[in-house]
């Protein structure tokens, strides 16, 4: 990921510590590596709460599968020259996403 925006929103979080950049500089990750370590993390984080007092199995075993993803935590997601392509990786899994 990458925190580069060309934009110095008013309401943004990040202070306009930020770089700032109008064209793609930077190495460019594959999309379907990108959901894979995604969901793959996300898996992993999950299974490290088994056993904390109070886990509902039902619902443990159901949030191993991800739904959702938000793309716009982290810099801006739509300068990523490969957004298309991880807007269907994420969709071909039935994952919702949202900026």
């Known amino acids: 990921p990458s925190l580069a925006c060309a934009n110095k ?9 930020n770089p700032v950049g109008r064209e793609w500089r930077w190495k460019t990750d594959d999309p379907k590596m990108i959901v894979e370590a995604a969901v793959n993390t996300h898996v992993d984080m999950i299974k490290e709460t088994r056993g904390i007092p109070g886990i509902q199995m039902d619902r443990w075993q159901e949030a191993h599968t991800v739904r959702h993803c938000a793309l716009s935590l982290v810099g801006e997601p739509i300068m990523y020259p490969q957004i298309n392509e991880l807007l269907g990786e994420l969709h071909e899994r039935k994952i919702s996403t949202f900026l």
Do not use: D, Q, Y
């Open 9 to 17: 929103c008013v309401f943004c979080w990040r202070h306009h510590k």
